[in-house]
């Protein structure tokens, strides 16, 4: 770490006039080295700022308030490279702990300067048509504020009892959506009762006659209807606004935003999927559902072998990733080796410089950064040993990270949420459930983890005041997180039971797991092999020499395909986490002497299998009662059984037959004086 931080990157930090202490002595040791500092740097001081800001050496400034002053500055300076901020302000200066916080400040420093991977992106188009789904004339109201910036459809549900308008300015129908789909710039809607109105009303709007299913496109939706939303997770669905139409203020909310969807918008790809990885199910047996049972915005549909993400539809919850067992679902912003290297320079940096008894607040900026603003404002501030990340959704959080966080020396995780959550949060509570069970398998105790659900910057506060201190790992680990989602989550792992206080071999878990062992009822087992076919992780394996059926525990991710193919019902999952698996190799379920041709000797199927059939046919089936040598075709391997058809001339599959009879035949008989016999049919 000191090596990291001592390089040619520069530091620096302002006290913003004098409001919040700066421990030298921490930050030296974090920071390998003594960072620049100012008193108010972003004016009086700025030049100092442009001196160190010339030429291409990375920079971190301790400032996120006035960044856009910093910015233009440095273009001013001829600055080309990019200048990393981080609020070391609110997050530690500003506390009633701030002479102890050196070291958080030093963490927040080294966990900014990791460089995140770009996140790729997809592209939504509106071109402005836009309908007003509602029940009254507040629908119309919406209309008419944004006729004048969208292509505007009002949809009244039936009995529409509205006043007609003097001039038709935008169309208004009847109607009752069935259903919907699609996303912004991509809607589609199914109208039930639709019905256009007559230019003649009078009084009141007269509709013509309904008809059923008509099809309707847009590219936004506005929902004031105050019925049940058209789809799940309706606040995370991208041009889908939806209002109380009892409340104004509400509907003119919606009515603002609906105005700024004009144009091309570009969204991250949340999710990077990988289809052969997926354990979906196979030959039309279901398998894992994990993703399917967790998106809360209708983003994932069954597809064949796998499921298929819609990254259009997609809100980036990250649920389906921290789920997926297989690693086909690995969240992009930023994926796990990047958020865990930021999280290794974090407490790696805060233990060098001092620091004790870290607790690491996970939270999202929407709403987490605000209440810790609040709180360093009007309250008392972070503690000092509270190390708050920031990530795009606390929902996103995986095993893989709670195992490197309490691995690097975390003493306890708190997860911010809001009181009332945007959609469930299922995922998050089982991938917690997971992380505490094997935690207290490994000795580290109660309350290492737990989610806060606040919305008030007081309650965080106490919240985080009230854990009591806990040790850390007594042997913090050190590793570096590369390679696949799966590939991270076993390391993080296995370096989390080296660094454990009590390591244990074997810890039981829930039924949910992505890890564990199959159990195979050897007796029932008649190595047919359906479980290997369907395996798609190749846990499952069989020997090319002889009848066998191998398991590896180590990419067992407990889908469950090998327990729904297997016709005997010989097969159950035991959710587990096996630390001796990765060395173990793979181990014998089962294995059998196979059975040899009767006549080549050639080593073909299983014996004990061949034997029952042999003793389920003999003299019970038509088959073989007339021809006991249909028998021995069951013994015999594929190229002598074709061989022996051919040698007795006999069908292997049907009942015996008169021989066919030819014209020669009849012929032969007429010339003998006999009275030819009549044809089989």
């Known amino acids: ?27 030296r040791r974090g920071c390998g080295g003594a960072p620049a500092t100012a008193n108010h740097l972003c004016r009086a001081e700025l030049e100092q700022f442009r001196t160190l800001a010339a030429g291409a050496a990375p920079l971190t400034v301790g400032c996120t308030q006035e960044a856009a002053v910093f910015v233009a500055a440095a273009a001013a300076a001829g600055r080309s490279a990019p200048v990393d901020f981080v609020n070391v302000r609110e997050t530690a200066g500003w506390s009633n702990e701030a002479a102890s916080a050196g070291p958080k400040m030093a963490a927040l420093i080294a966990a900014a300067a990791e460089a995140l991977p770009p996140t790729p992106s997809v592209t939504l188009k509106s071109e402005g048509v836009i309908l007003v789904y509602g029940r009254d004339a507040q629908a119309v109201e919406a209309g008419q504020l944004l006729k004048a910036h969208l292509d505007v459809t009002v949809l009244i549900t039936p009995p529409a009892a509205l006043v007609p308008p003097r001039i038709n300015e935008f169309p208004i129908a009847q109607g009752r959506i069935r259903s919907a789909k699609g996303h912004l710039g991509a809607f589609e809607i199914t109208v039930d009762d639709f019905a256009q109105p007559s230019p003649s009303s009078r009084g009141s709007l007269a509709f013509g006659p309904a008809r059923q299913g008509a099809v309707s496109r847009c590219d936004i939706l506005m929902d004031l209807s105050h019925g049940a939303a058209l789809f799940p997770g309706a606040d995370l669905r991208d041009g889908y606004l939806r209002a109380d139409p009892g409340d104004p203020a509400a509907v003119l909310s919606v009515v603002l935003k609906a105005r700024d969807l004009v144009g091309t918008f570009d969204k991250p790809r949340y999710i990077s999927f990988s289809e052969h990885l997926c354990a979906h199910s196979r030959s039309q047996i279901i398998g894992c559902t994990r993703c399917l049972d967790l998106c809360p915005a209708g983003a994932i549909a069954p597809a064949g072998d796998h499921v298929a993400l819609d990254p259009n539809i997609c809100a980036g919850c990250g ?8 690693g086909a679902a690995v969240y992009a912003l930023p994926p796990p080796d990047a958020l865990l290297r930021k999280l290794r320079a974090l407490l790696l940096t805060y233990r060098e410089a001092g620091g004790e008894h870290a607790i690491v607040l996970l939270h999202d900026e929407p709403h987490g950064a605000p209440l810790i603003d609040a709180l360093a404002r009007f309250g008392d501030g972070l503690p000092a040993h509270v190390l708050p990340v920031s990530v795009n959704e606390v929902t996103q959080i995986g095993l893989e990270t709670i195992a490197a966080l309490f691995a690097y020396g975390a003493s306890a995780v708190r997860l911010l949420l809001r009181a009332r959550a945007r959609h469930d949060v299922l995922g998050l509570t089982r991938t917690l459930a997971l992380a505490d069970g094997i935690l207290s398998g490994l000795g580290f105790g109660p309350s290492r983890l737990a989610i806060l659900e606040v919305d008030d910057p007081d309650l965080l506060g106490q919240a985080l005041r009230a854990i009591p201190p806990m040790a850390s790992s007594p042997r913090p680990a050190s590793f570096l997180a590369v390679g696949d989602q799966r590939g991270v989550l076993r390391f993080a792992l296995r370096e989390l039971r080296r660094a454990a206080p009590e390591p244990a071999d074997v810890i039981a878990l829930p039924a949910y797991a992505p890890f564990g062992a199959v159990e195979v009822d050897a007796a029932g087992c008649t190595l047919c092999l359906s479980c290997v076919s369907a395996c798609p992780t190749h846990a499952l394996t069989d020997d090319s020499e002889r009848p066998m059926l191998r398991f590896s525990e180590e990419t067992c991710v407990q889908c469950g395909l090998c327990a729904a193919t297997c016709p005997e019902q010989v097969i159950t999952l035991k959710p587990q986490l096996d630390f001796r698996s990765g060395a173990g190799g793979a181990r014998v379920l089962k294995e059998e002497e196979p059975f040899r041709c009767i006549r080549c000797r050639k080593a073909f199927g299983v014996k004990s299998t061949i034997e029952h059939v042999l003793a389920q046919l003999k003299d019970r089936h038509w088959m073989f009662k007339d021809v006991p040598e249909r028998l021995d075709l069951i013994q015999m391997c594929e190229d002598c059984r074709v061989a022996f058809v051919s040698e007795k001339d006999f069908d292997p599959y049907a009942p015996p037959r008169a021989p066919v009879r030819t014209t020669e035949d009849y012929l032969r008989e007429r010339d003998a004086g006999q009275t030819p016999k009549k044809l089989d049919s």
């Not at 000191?2 to 030298?24: F, N, V």
């Not at 649920?319 to 297989?326: D, F, G, K």
């Open 1 to 27: 770490m000191l090596k990291r931080m001592a390089g040619p990157r520069k530091i620096l930090l302002c006290t913003c006039e004098g409001t919040m202490p700066l421990d030298a002595d921490a930050l």
């Open 319 to 326: 649920q389906c990733a921290a789920a997926c067992p297989t």
